[in-house]
């Protein structure tokens, strides 16, 4: 299997765990206004969970778009996670066609790392284009991304590319000026 075969399952995978979550989180959520959902990465660029949080469960207001501190964390992902550490796997072997010897090492793991971020914005992209996000619960302007609660420089920087590109102008700044600056964080 080549790396855009991976990412095709990986992606309709993903899009079918996550899209089973919601209604137990607006469950579990019930009455209250949830401003925040992102897919979570906690060791790596693969999206093992998801996270949420309503107004009513944020503890401090000023950690409205740090994961860390969100009241609903899911691990809804077990397939999409399987064939992720399965790419994984075969990645570091050398034995995925357009991940292998034949290409240049920081060319690979840049793609590699790639499959797993346009995955989870590919889908948040189109749960909310499809209206998987009822309002309410849901805010009309709900804060999207991929989040990770301890990030690194390549966490934050994946972070801030899918902030761009699934959040309004407003969320986006926001998320941006509460950060920490990449290069000031002792991890990769």
């Excluded at 137990?24 to 992102?38: K, N, W, Y």
């Excluded at 009822?134 to 990770?148: I, K, M, R, T």
Aim: glycine share 6%.
């Amino acid at each position: 299997m080549n790396v855009d075969d991976y990412q095709a399952q990986i992606t309709s995978l993903l899009y079918d765990e996550i899209r089973a979550a919601i209604p137990p989180l607006i469950q579990e959520l019930a009455g209250e206004s949830v401003f925040a959902f992102g897919l979570v990465s906690y060791d790596g660029p693969w999206i093992q969970g998801v996270a949420a949080c309503s107004r009513e469960g944020l503890a401090r207001p000023a950690a409205e778009t740090s994961c860390a501190e969100w009241n609903y964390l899911g691990n809804a992902v077990s397939q999409s996670l399987d064939l992720s550490h399965e790419l994984s796997r075969k990645f570091y072997d050398g034995v995925v066609e357009g991940l292998d010897e034949s290409v240049d090492w920081e060319v690979a793991q840049r793609r590699f790392n790639r499959v797993f971020f346009e995955a989870g914005v590919h889908v948040l992209s189109r749960l909310r284009d499809s209206g998987e996000f009822p309002v309410p619960p849901f805010e009309a302007d709900l804060f999207l991304g991929l989040h990770n609660p301890d990030p690194g420089r390549d966490a934050i920087h994946r972070m801030i590319e899918s902030s761009k590109m699934l959040n309004s102008a407003q969320w986006h700044a926001r998320f941006v000026s509460e950060l920490p600056d990449p290069a000031s964080v002792n991890h990769a």
